[in-house]
């Protein structure tokens, strides 16, 4: 049983349009991180965050972390192809052991 | 260029047959970590290291042993592979910074076992 769920687990959208990917647990995370790993190639990290309710943006990419510090979500405005990507979910939980979700594969076709 | 190196990228070997697949990081890192990857799963990890001569079991240590000896090396031993070792490893390092773990990942190796 995976302690961080990510849904969906695959998405295929046209560039341009927009996408959200979500992660959610019961545990409560003291940090929570996002990466990206695109094929033959290992996990690239995006961002941390580790403040309930926080937000940060990175470009078109905006990370949201819940309010409760147990859900994040990955929202990607006008989607290149260049997005295409697994994007994995990370959480550091109180015995700072950090634990990934299975992953979502993105696929942006032109 | 900081990066995680490990070799091989690609083995296929057979059941039984020892083999080892190296790490090596170049960022003074203190942390190390062994990680594999099955569809569905996602990454679990397999050992850890906090620094030289310091590793322990992460959640599927069996059929595993690790070492370190140096601050830049940890490899990762299959003594008698099984076909259920099969998978995609990635190795990991970071600093410890603020009660997070930022990882960088080698590029992968894949493991076949027949």
């Known amino acids: 049983t995976q302690l961080l769920e990510q849904s969906p687990q695959f998405l295929s959208i046209q560039e341009g349009e927009n996408l959200t990917v979500y992660c959610n647990s019961s545990s409560v995370f003291s940090s929570l991180q996002w990466y990206r790993q695109e094929p033959g190639e290992g996990p690239v990290l995006l961002v941390t965050?580790?403040?309930?309710?926080e937000v940060k943006k990175l470009k078109r990419l905006t990370f949201q972390f819940g309010d409760a510090r147990k859900d994040s979500s990955l929202h990607i405005t006008a989607a290149q192809p260049g997005d295409t990507g697994l994007y994995l979910c990370a959480g550091t939980d109180s015995w700072g052991k950090l634990q990934f979700g299975a992953g979502t594969q993105v696929v942006v076709t032109p | 260029e900081a990066q995680v190196t490990q070799n091989p990228r690609y083995l296929i070997t057979v059941t039984g047959k020892k083999l080892t697949v190296t790490c090596s990081q170049n960022m003074n890192h203190e942390y190390m970590s062994w990680y594999r990857q099955d569809p569905g799963l996602g990454l679990r990890q397999i050992y850890y290291?906090?620094?030289?001569?310091?590793?322990d079991k992460g959640d599927v240590p069996e059929g595993y042993k690790v070492s370190r000896k140096e601050k830049r090396n940890f490899p990762l031993i299959l003594e008698s592979p099984s076909p259920n070792q099969t998978s995609l490893y990635f190795c990991?390092?970071?600093?410890?910074?603020?009660?997070?773990?930022?990882?960088?990942f080698g590029e992968g190796s894949r493991l076949t076992v027949l």
């Open positions: 965050v580790v403040t309930g309710g």
């Open positions: 290291s906090m620094n030289v001569e310091v590793t």
């Open positions: 990991a390092s970071s600093f410890w910074t603020g009660g997070t773990r930022e990882l960088f």
